[in-house]
């Protein structure tokens, strides 16, 4: 059974970088078939796509969010990272990773999601 599961501090103040790290149980970060993704949710808006990090170790942004955004891997650790810098209120959000399957183009497990404020 495939499990991921988001960490990271809950409250962030503006203008520093948000870090979340999610680990992966049950499923191999280098396989070819999938990527491993961050979404995010703002209170009462839908769901945003951030990025991905392929079986290769590629990376891709969103284009609204590439500036800030940074994803990274420990495949030791099967752990993926998300760095979100200059951060401001309105990337307040409940933040999810998720594999994709590159075949689909689907995220076909979830991890729980974890909400981060941004507020001084």
């Known amino acids: 059974q495939v499990q991921l599961q988001e960490t990271g501090p809950g409250l962030v103040k503006p203008s520093q970088t948000l870090s979340l790290t999610c680990t992966v149980s049950g499923a191999s970060i280098t396989s070819d078939d999938h990527a491993w993704s961050w979404i995010r949710q703002p209170p009462g808006k839908g769901l945003e796509w951030i990025g991905y990090?392929?079986?290769?170790?590629?990376?891709y942004y969103s284009p609204s969010l590439k500036s800030r955004t940074s994803i990274a891997r420990d495949t030791s650790k099967r752990q993926f990272t998300l760095q979100l810098m200059s951060v401001t209120p309105e990337d307040t959000a409940v933040y999810f990773c998720?594999?994709?399957?590159?075949?689909?183009?689907?995220?076909?497990?979830w991890g729980k999601g974890t909400l981060v404020t941004v507020s001084s």
């Open positions: 998720a594999r994709a399957n590159m075949a689909t183009v689907l995220m076909d497990y």
């Open positions: 990090i392929n079986y290769s170790g590629s990376t």
